[in-house]
């Protein structure tokens, strides 16, 4: 009896295994047909804290609380990252019990949105008598999908460009960032003389730690673009002559490649990078040389990132109601000010720059300036990074393959086609018309 | 299905469990203890070349192991400006318990050792008496379809836990179990790997001694305890020290169950230490590391010893 043939076993096996998972899948949908559970006056907000901001939120959540008697906020630890936040709430998706306010992060909100499971706000926001246009504009459009938003900018950053003054010094360089990259090309040389063999002139994430969020800057320098609306233009001229460019850095030994640049940067064996404005605190904090920020260089070429807020499509109309007035709150110029300034992103409202605290805080601290000088040349990432399910993974990847020294125009044009793939295999039906 | 396994597969009982706890506990320690044999076995054959030769293969080793975690215990007594310096700092200076209480100011750390301890307490005693009896009924009691149960329990073993998550998450949280202890606890009580281990374990005990209890009169569960348990010891404590661990460094379930720290772990806990976009102060999170690490390599410690004390016991009776 226990002799088995192999074959007997792996098929009865894998027979219970079906039967087993087609038992569990079943589970939990009945709950997503009501409002998802939850009470009407306890708002849930998930959050990951971005910036370890935990403190900062439950400062403002007492503030809302305050001011809205008969309201609670309950803050949630949802993970420790972007993608962990969509995680659990994806699960809470399957199985009722959602939150009412969740944090999702440019490349996350839109597979909720085109899936119908964030509300639009448009509405909510125009019954609320909510001035969006006070929203720095390219911030709130990029939560955009055919003419409506389903969220609101939150905790939102933009690359910098970080420099070391003592390296750029020893260089005979100007105390400034390159005008654009070819003034860069000339630089490089005499940083490398300067630092000498052991130091590094620039260092950039790699393509698994958003080098295709930072490389925008140079895609756009040099006028092409990872698309135009849906179109996949990695073969564009522009696009390709911006990789090859990288290719050349690294070609030539000015860039290495890491898992997170701002350890070395830190240490002072990097004389320049390109980073979130969300490490500024951390960087200015544990260097033992004078840093320097300036504007990514070109002009209009800085792609924006970061998380904002949405609110669940099925919970009830009342709950949406409350978890707008939160949102609006959390984002309102006073508190996106206090947000800012504990944790280093980018204050999401105009009329923020205004207020006397954020002027003193500016007069003090040059390098957040240079952050919100550049905020309004910002510029909303292309789709086929942002919106593509995978599409930041996939061009990292690709950009991986060029600075290891694979024919750029080969690997791009690979991109186009698999983005292409993707679009008409996962998106383009959704869309509609 | 006892019938057909014979005495015989007794002699390696020991040698395996050693092996197997061995392996996925401290590979480090197992290859030294090899090489120690060989050392030993060569110096009386080969000369001083080779003895030589062990003692740089066993130091290598030992820094493969060891560095790891002096850097981790350095870094977390370090001030933040010295994590990141070249050349690096081997010793911490000036020295600095700063790391400890920002930890324990910075995040609510005893609530998520609290926590831990409870979760994994809970679990992984459920695990290990139902993979008892699980096994044992499996292995030495005679039922109708025994098979069929056991290959049901093995299929519930090929699926990984990955898939299940969302549809456990979605009967739990219809129960309204969400962020409570028993929402995180009994969906992970389940044991296939327990019943499995446990099951060949039994199976490998000589049958003369089970019969031999059986016509002395032993009801199933005095066989259980008084025969079969003291027989496998060395197993048993492999698997719950593999239990444990595992329980202890668990995260997805948990970080999916739970709101806050009155019931979130301190592999969840010690998340909210590292900065998700910016830079991350690592000397807390390296003393939380430390921290995390003590109460299981004490346990280690301990059981340890009551395994090669089991190996013995089992050498005798065969």
């Not at chain 1, 950009?399 to 292409?420: I, R, W």
């Not at chain 2, 690096?88 to 700063?98: L, S, Y």
Request: proline residues 6%; hydrophobic residues 40%; neutral net charge.
């Amino acid at each position: 009896m226990n002799e088995f043939s192999r074959r007997g076993f792996l098929g009865l096996a894998g027979a219970a295994g079906i039967a087993g998972l087609s038992a569990c899948a079943g589970t939990g949908t009945s709950a997503t047909s009501g409002n998802g559970g939850g009470s009407s006056n306890t708002i849930e907000f998930w959050s990951n804290h971005p910036g370890n901001s935990k403190p900062v939120e439950q400062e403002i959540i007492k503030a809302f609380e305050a001011a809205n008697s008969g309201l609670k906020v309950k803050l949630v630890d949802a993970g420790k990252n972007y993608e962990e936040v969509a995680q659990k709430f994806n699960a809470s998706l399957a199985g009722g019990q959602l939150p009412d306010v969740v944090v999702v992060s440019d490349v996350t909100w839109f597979n909720f949105a085109l899936n119908k499971q964030l509300t639009p706000l448009d509405d909510l926001l125009s019954s609320a008598k909510v001035q969006t246009s006070d929203y720095v504009d390219a911030l709130f459009n990029d939560y955009k999908l055919k003419d409506k938003h389903y969220a609101l900018p939150f905790a939102r950053s933009t690359p910098l460009f970080y420099y070391n003054k003592d390296l750029w010094k020893a260089a005979g360089l100007e105390d400034r960032g390159p005008k654009d990259w070819d003034e860069f090309l000339t630089w490089a040389p005499k940083l490398k003389a300067a630092a000498g063999s052991d130091k590094i002139v620039m260092e950039l994430p790699d393509g698994s730690n958003y080098l295709d969020w930072v490389f925008q800057n140079m895609v756009w320098g040099y006028g092409g673009a990872y698309s135009k609306e849906w179109t996949p233009t990695f073969s564009d001229p522009g696009t390709v002559k911006a990789g090859t460019y990288l290719q050349n850095l690294a070609k030539q030994g000015f860039l290495k490649l890491s898992k997170d640049p701002a350890p070395d940067f830190t240490a002072g064996i990097v004389a320049c990078s390109m980073m979130s404005t969300g490490s500024l605190g951390g960087v200015a904090k544990d260097a033992k040389f004078p840093v320097g920020t300036a504007f990514l260089p070109g002009e209009g070429n800085c792609p924006t990132g970061g998380a904002g807020v949405g609110i669940p499509a099925s919970i009830s109309d009342e709950r949406k109601k409350n978890a707008l007035k939160f949102m609006e709150f959390l984002t309102n110029a006073k508190n996106t000010v206090t947000f800012t300034q504990a944790t280093g992103y980018m204050p999401v409202r105009k009329s923020a720059v205004d207020l006397p605290e954020e002027k003193a805080f500016l007069d003090k601290n040059p390098n957040a300036k240079t952050a919100i000088e550049q905020l309004p040349k910002t510029r909303s990432q292309d789709n086929a990074r942002v919106l593509l399910p995978g599409g930041g993974a996939r061009i990292g990847k690709g950009l991986d393959q060029v600075v290891a020294g694979q024919d750029v125009a080969t690997v791009f044009k690979s991109l186009d086609a698999e983005s292409q793939q993707v679009f008409d295999s996962q998106i383009k039906s959704k869309l509609g018309a | 299905m006892s019938t057909s396994t014979t005495v015989g597969s007794t002699g390696p009982v020991g040698g395996t469990d050693e092996e197997r706890t061995g392996g996925t506990q401290a590979p480090g320690r197992r290859r030294r203890r090899q090489q120690a044999h060989n050392v030993e076995a060569s110096s009386h054959h080969r000369g001083p070349a080779w003895t030589v030769a062990g003692y740089v293969g066993m130091a290598l080793i030992v820094l493969v192991v060891a560095v790891p975690l002096f850097w981790i215990l350095v870094t977390s007594f370090k001030e933040r400006g010295d994590i990141y310096v070249r050349p690096a700092k081997w010793w911490p200076d000036p020295a600095t318990g700063q790391n400890y209480s920002e930890l324990t100011t910075r995040i609510p750390f005893f609530d998520y050792v609290r926590n831990s301890v409870i979760i994994t307490s809970a679990t992984s005693i459920a695990k290990i008496v139902l993979g008892v009896i699980s096994a044992y009924a499996l292995s030495l009691l005679r039922f109708p379809g025994r098979s069929v149960v056991f290959l049901v329990v093995i299929a519930a073993l090929m699926v990984p836990n990955q898939i299940t998550v969302i549809s456990n998450y979605a009967l739990v949280a219809q129960w309204g179990w969400r962020n409570t202890y028993q929402g995180i606890i009994i969906p992970l009580a389940g044991v296939a790997f327990g019943t499995f281990l446990m099951r060949n374990q039994f199976l490998n005990l000589p049958g003369e001694i089970i019969e031999a209890a059986r016509l002395d009169g032993a009801g199933p569960l005095k066989l259980l305890w008084r025969v079969v348990m003291p027989m496998s010891w060395p197993t048993l404590v492999a698997f719950a020290l593999i239990t444990v661990v595992n329980e202890w460094n668990e995260y997805l379930w948990p970080f999916l169950m739970s709101d806050d720290e009155s019931t979130a772990p301190l592999p969840v806990g010690l998340t909210f230490l590292q900065n998700n976009d910016g830079v991350t102060n690592w000397g807390p999170v390296m003393a939380g590391t430390i921290l995390a690490m003590l109460p299981i390599l004490v346990l280690f410690l301990l059981l340890q010893r009551q395994m090669i004390k089991g190996l013995t016991a089992g050498a005798v009776k065969s």
